[in-house]
Each structure stands twice: as C-alpha cells, then as structure tokens.
C-alpha cells in the first residue's frame, strides 16, 4: 500500500488515502470513513496518467508531493504523492503482470 492524495473535478479538495497495486488494477481506499472495498479502481489497461510535477499546494499528510493529472473511462482525476511512490506507478503501468507476454496498453503520456 501506498500513500497519496487524490481530487476529482467534483471533489476539488485533496482527499488522503491508501493506493494498492494489483496485478490488473489499482484500488484507491480514503483515509476517511476507511473500508474493505475501494472507492475507486483504475484498472491497467484503460488508465494514462500525465506528465508528473511538483504539488501547487500543500497536501496535509504528504511531504513534497508530486502530482500528475490522469483518466480512466472519461474521467479525469489527480493524483499525488512521493515521487518514490510516482515511479512505481509508472513502473506498473508500463510493465505486464507476471505469467502474461503481452503488452499493456497503459501509458504514462
């Protein structure tokens, strides 16, 4: 698991929480109100994430995060963290998972 802050363009407001890697998806649970299921998922194939920068603002919770803008299914969102945890984003989204040749068409653009 994985800290970082997400916002969405109708919860403008960074929200903090837990990302977890799977081999197919990401699940994104809130730090608030936590719960067994994720409150959202991205799955490999469908998601591009944008050219990653360093947070306009502060992010309680997060020193010097690095944000980067993304999609998934027509919705856009941000996502921020430390950049330790950017890489490995972009290491899984360019990587397939384990036992498949093929490549994965998430992106990093």
Partial sequence: ?????????????WRLGLLRFGADRLDWFSAIG?????ERTWERAGMVL???????EAIPGLTDPIAAPGSFAGQ???IAMAQSGLTA????TESSPPGFNVNIPGQFT
């Fill in 1 to 13: 698991m994985l800290l970082c802050a997400l916002r969405t363009p109708t919860t403008p407001q």
């Fill in 34 to 38: 936590p719960s067994l299921r994720p």
């Fill in 50 to 56: 944008g050219s990653p920068a360093p947070a306009r």
């Fill in 76 to 78: 856009n969102f941000d």
């Fill in 89 to 92: 984003i972009r290491a899984w």
